[in-house]
T-cell receptor
Framework: NAGVTQTPKFQVLKTGQSMTLQCAQDMNHEYMSWYRQDPGMGLRLIHYSVGAGITDQGEVPNGYNVSRSTTEDFPLRLLSAAPSQTSVYFC???????????FGQGTRLTVV | AQSVTQLDSQVPVFEEAPVELRCNYSSSVSVYLFWYVQYPNQGLQLLLKYLSGSTLVKGINGIEAEFNKSQTSFHLRKPSVHISDTAEYFCAVRPQRGGYNKLIFGAGTRLAVHP
């Protein structure tokens, strides 16, 4: 049982480049989210989805796009990378109700 | 809106000593409360959650957390720590209604256990 799988684990981008962080879950969870983790700030919600075809913005959405064409996948796109997007990114999924969120192992992104 | 404050950014402690990690929250709606742990270079793992009922929730290896509604707190305690408990601990809340993936996290508490 793989749970939540994120790829890549590490990435270095140049300012202005674009890329997609991949997230896949095999638990048939409806709810998926992307967070970024920065020192001293905990995790902050970027975008989330309540099901295939439905997404919405979280606390820090600027500079990121998402889509959800299937239940399993929830990619995060950086349109034009900036140094301020250097962070560790986590994808999470949950079944809803009273269940907790399950997290991937994270993607460490550096923008130079 | 919700917010979470973890009162200590770092907690150094000696092995086999007790520890308490403090968490306070603010919310205009009813919330569920969680403690997650993050070991170096890993994702977050759930330690404990408070949904309803008994205000004392217990996990494995003696870990527990107590929900206090009047003080809006959810402090985590462990009676005896080990080197392997060295990690970052996050307190989080989410609305009981409709907030299935809207976790609000505290800034984290880095627990360092020394021999």
């Amino acid at each position: 049982n793989a749970g939540v799988t994120q790829t890549p684990k590490f990435q270095v981008l140049k300012t202005g480049q674009s890329m997609t962080l991949q997230c896949a879950q095999d638990m048939n969870h409806e709810y998926m989210s992307w967070y970024r983790q920065d020192p001293g700030m905990g995790l902050r919600l970027i975008h989330y989805s309540v099901g295939a075809g439905i997404t919405d913005q979280g606390e820090v959405p600027n500079g990121y796009n998402v889509s959800r064409s299937t239940t399993e996948d929830f990619p995060l796109r950086l349109l034009s990378a900036a140094p301020s997007q250097t962070s560790v990114y986590f994808c999470a999924s949950s079944k809803g109700g009273t269940t907790e969120a399950f997290f991937g192992q994270g993607t460490r992104l550096t923008v130079v | 809106a919700q917010s979470v404050t973890q009162l200590d950014s770092q907690v150094p402690v000696f092995e086999e000593a007790p520890v308490e990690l403090r968490c306070n929250y603010s919310s205009s709606v009813s919330v569920y409360l969680f403690w997650y742990v993050q070991y170096p270079n890993q994702g977050l793992q759930l330690l404990l959650k408070y949904l309803s009922g008994s205000t004392l929730v217990k996990g494995i290896n003696g870990i527990e957390a107590e929900f206090n509604k009047s003080q809006t707190s959810f402090h985590l305690r462990k009676p005896s720590v080990h080197i392997s408990d060295t990690a970052e601990y996050f307190c989080a809340v989410r609305p009981q209604r409709g907030g299935y993936n809207k976790l609000i996290f505290g800034a984290g508490t880095r627990l360092a256990v020394h021999p």
